[in-house]
T-cell receptor, first 116, second 114 residues
Framework: DVKVTQSSRYLVKRTGEKVFLECVQDMDHENMFWYRQDPGLGLRLIYFSYDVKMKEKGDIPEGYSVSREKKERFSLILESASTNQTSMYLC???????????????FGQGTRLTVV | AQKVTQAQTEISVVEKEDVTLDCVYETRDTTYYLFWYKQPPSGELVFLIRRNSFDEQNEISGRYSWNFQKSTSSFNFTITASQVVDSAVYFCALSGGGADGLTFGKGTHLIIQP
């Protein structure tokens, strides 16, 4: 059974703290993504990675950074957490199999982060 | 730029009614992929369907059916004989097939009342 696992389901952090959200996939997928989900805004892409040590900014990268040292692990880092980063964070991975992308994006269970 | 519009923020129906969730997309890609995901209260996104731009055939899976029309850039989702367990937020998403992920709509919150 395919799996994308996020390290925490719920997290409470203080303003100014450095926060790490971890995501691990066991499908040997090249591509991994971090989204945040807010009511009325849907899912918005923060960062993505298409290979080890490669990263690309998504639509809302400000205040975040990422790390991909190993293929299976993609970490989202909040350098100095702020209250407006309180949100649900979702990690996803997928494999691209050429012209006919016969795959889907698999999502983790989500991390609900509260910054106080 | 890609865009997905789910104009229905919330839909409430009584159990056993049929319900259609609308999805309209914009893309300049000639090859693209459309998805529907279900997000129950537990929060995890559950994959429902993927359709590529070359395949306009409608699909039926049990009580679920999807209508893909390139002429109107729509990919609508119908639940027949709805059940309480169908209550969830449903997301439509679009991908150009590249490594840059999926673009999601804002979701439709479906409430099925007993």
């Amino acid at each position: 059974d395919v799996k994308v696992t996020q390290s925490s389901r719920y997290l409470v952090k203080r303003t100014g703290e450095k926060v790490f959200l971890e995501c691990v996939q066991d499908m040997d997928h090249e591509n991994m993504f971090w989204y945040r989900q807010d009511p009325g805004l849907g899912l918005r892409l923060i960062y993505f990675s298409y290979d080890v040590k490669m990263k690309e900014k998504g639509d809302i990268p400000e205040g975040y950074s990422v790390s991909r040292e190993k293929k299976e692990r993609f970490s989202l880092i909040l350098e100095s957490a702020s209250t407006n980063q309180t949100s649900m964070y979702l990690c996803a991975s997928l494999a691209l199999t050429g012209f006919d992308m016969n795959t889907e994006a698999f999502f983790g269970q989500g991390t609900r982060l509260t910054v106080v | 730029a890609q865009k997905v519009t789910q104009a229905q923020t919330e839909i409430s129906v009584v159990e056993k009614e049929d319900v259609t969730l609308d999805c309209v997309y914009e893309t300049r890609d000639t090859t693209y992929y459309l998805f529907w995901y279900k997000q129950p209260p537990s929060g995890e996104l559950v994959f429902l369907i993927r359709r590529n731009s070359f395949d306009e055939q409608n699909e039926i899976s049990g009580r679920y059916s999807w209508n893909f029309q390139k002429s109107t850039s729509s990919f609508n989702f119908t639940i027949t004989a709805s059940q309480v367990v169908d209550s969830a937020v449903y997301f439509c998403a679009l991908s150009g097939g590249g490594a840059d992920g999926l673009t999601f709509g804002k979701g439709t919150h479906l409430i099925i009342q007993p």
